[in-house]
């Protein structure tokens, strides 16, 4: 017995050292692979980052040049307009504001000013700088003596520049003003300002002229990397241990290492600089050495579970959440390579989607043309018809009244082609204050003469005192004359025709607009475009969706259902105007 323990233990030790050399080599070999891997992958990613921060560079000096180089043109075409010239030479300058703002939307400039031989600003896109004196500011100075266009980056006293192009104006061989063309790069900032890298352009001393950093402007590109935070022992740690996949840094931006990209622009010896994180390179390095740790860690766990008879059942256990974390695995890639053809298929789907938004977009506008227009055409036919009679029975008064309403209906069309405007961009002019009963009564004028040809029961009931909301009056009585219109439509099949008009003040202006037709089929794509239950000709389908639009611009809702008793029902909640601001009023 005490032999054979003996030789046990014998065979033991030599078994123990072996064991002990085995698990030295495994570690050594895994932080040697680990070392290597992460200095081949971190060159490999770091250089494809660099490559993409490159390309991204080339494509966003590409777009500078180009806006440069299109407002570069717009002084030179300006300068031989004639109006411009005309209104220089004769001091009428009445249309000219108009006439730059309606440029400025096609080139796509800041902003335009023309300047008379003294240097005032006599018409601008923005007219509170009419009758401002620039006649010692560089851009005019520069212009008058040069024949050519000229360019000018001038630094405000808020750090931010103004590029602009100015040329003369000559008539007669003589310089009777200068043409200003402020070009829009602060969009570029803007568009730069949404990605990860930061972005800054150079003039040709060095200065930064365009930063994604607004405090940049201004120094050149050491001192803005020298304002720093100063790190705290625990930030400098933790920056020693986040970057130690990554190559030695180009430098620090907000405490973060980063590449920088530099790049030259073909203009005034103007430079562009990047500085690109090695956030995504970190990520990717890192995800492939847990992996191959977690190889290493399955080897050093099957090892231990040779020697130790006593754990069997627990790396048992192992083996098969090991045979589960290598189906899931399997399963992962299946379903990567299954989403990664789902994007192609999705990308393709996208480029279809969007050729067929332009197409629909461009219906969409000429329809809602032919439908808002509609309206008051009809009414100017009636009462051009009623005036002619009017005219021949020697009543020359009531022929008058109709004049001043189709007058009326004139410049009601003119504000509707001005508000097609809101389908191409949002926005609009400030609200003012709206008497909704006054707008009940003015779009039931405006519908006297469909209601008369029908002979509809109108049942209007409104409230003694005032309901005002804050709002564009015009198109309020654009949404009311299409519920109205969609309400005479629905009852040309009933015997005894009736819609009630009813206006409800409380926490909202409610207007509520009903019939007696048949009611709506389907609500659901009741307020969807080129919907429609008329006749083909009779309707576009794009009244409700317009009126919807609006009344969300307004800040309310408009809703339909059907009525118990037959019929529809639509209505519109605004908000009501508050009581100080109506005491302001």
Do not use: C
């Not at 290492?257 to 990717?284: C, H, K, L």
């Not at 969409?364 to 009414?379: F, G, I, K, T």
Request: glycine content about 6%; hydrophobic content about 45%; overall charge neutral.
């Amino acid at each position: 017995m005490t032999e054979t323990s003996q030789d046990t233990e014998g065979r033991a030790g030599p078994l123990s050292w072996r064991v002990r050399v085995a698990l030295l080599g495994l570690f050594a070999a895994a932080v040697a692979t680990i070392w290597v891997t992460n200095s081949l992958l971190t060159d490999r990613f770091t250089e494809t980052t660099r490559n993409r921060a490159e390309l991204r560079l080339a494509l966003y000096s590409g777009n500078l040049l180009s806006e440069l180089r299109r407002n570069s043109i717009v002084p030179q075409l300006l300068a031989r307009d004639p109006a411009l010239i005309n209104a220089l030479n004769t001091g009428d300058f009445s249309q000219s504001t108009q006439r730059l703002i309606s440029f400025v939307e096609e080139i796509g400039a800041a902003s335009l000013m023309l300047l008379d031989s003294q240097g005032r600003t006599v018409a601008a896109t923005d007219r509170n700088r009419l009758g401002e004196t620039h006649r010692n500011a560089a851009y005019f100075v520069e212009a008058q003596r040069s024949s050519s266009t000229v360019f000018n980056a001038i630094r405000n006293e808020v750090s931010s520049y103004t590029f602009t192009y100015s040329r003369r104006i000559e008539s007669r061989g003589a310089v009777i003003g200068v043409i200003v063309v402020e070009a829009d790069l602060a969009k570029f900032e803007r568009s730069w300002a949404g990605i990860s890298d930061a972005v800054l352009v150079t003039d040709s001393e060095g200065n930064i002229i365009l930063a994604t950093e607004p405090k940049w402007r201004g120094l050149s590109i050491s001192e803005a990397l020298a304002r720093q935070p100063a790190d705290s022992a625990i930030e400098r740690a933790i920056q020693a241990t986040t970057d130690w996949t990554a190559l030695p840094a180009d430098a620090y931006v907000g405490g973060q290492a980063v590449m920088r990209i530099d790049g030259r622009i073909p203009f005034r010896g103007w430079s562009i600089t990047s500085f690109t994180t090695y956030q995504s390179v970190r990520e990717r390095v890192n995800a492939v050495l847990a992996l191959e740790i977690m190889g290493f860690a399955i080897l050093a766990a099957l090892a231990f579970y040779a020697l130790s008879r006593k754990t069997a059942l627990r790396m048992a256990l192992f083996q098969r959440e090991s045979r589960e974390l290598r189906q899931l695995n399997v399963r992962l890639q299946r379903e990567i390579a299954e989403r990664e053809r789902v994007q192609e298929n999705l990308a393709v789907a996208e480029q279809t989607l969007a050729q067929s938004s332009k197409l629909a977009a461009l219906g969409e506008m000429s329809a809602a043309v032919s439908h808002e227009l509609n309206q008051p055409l009809a009414a100017m036919r009636t009462y051009l018809a009623g005036a002619r009679l009017l005219l021949r029975r020697n009543r020359p008064d009531e022929a008058l009244t109709a004049f001043h309403r189709i007058d009326d209906l004139i410049e009601r069309m003119g504000a509707i082609t001005r508000q097609l405007k809101s389908y191409a961009r949002k926005g609009q002019a400030e609200f003012s204050p709206v008497d909704m009963g006054e707008a009940v009564n003015s779009a039931l004028s405006m519908m006297e003469p469909q209601l008369k040809a029908r002979q509809v029961r109108i049942s209007r009931i409104l409230p003694e005192g005032e309901v005002r909301v804050m709002g564009d009056r015009m198109r309020i009585e654009q949404v009311l004359i299409n519920l109205i219109r969609n309400a005479l439509d629905a009852t040309k099949t009933v015997r005894n025709p009736e819609i009630e008009i009813l206006l409800a003040r409380g926490e909202t202006a409610t207007l509520t607009v009903r019939d007696n037709g048949h009611g709506i089929e389907d609500l659901d794509a009741l307020f969807e475009p080129f919907y429609t239950t008329k006749q083909p000709g009779d309707g576009t389908g794009l009244g409700l969706a317009i009126s919807s639009g609006i009344v969300s611009d307004l800040g309310g809702r408009l809703t339909a259902r059907n009525a118990e008793g037959g019929g529809a029902v639509f209505e519109m909640q605004l908000p009501i105007m508050a009581e100080d601001t109506q005491a302001a009023e």
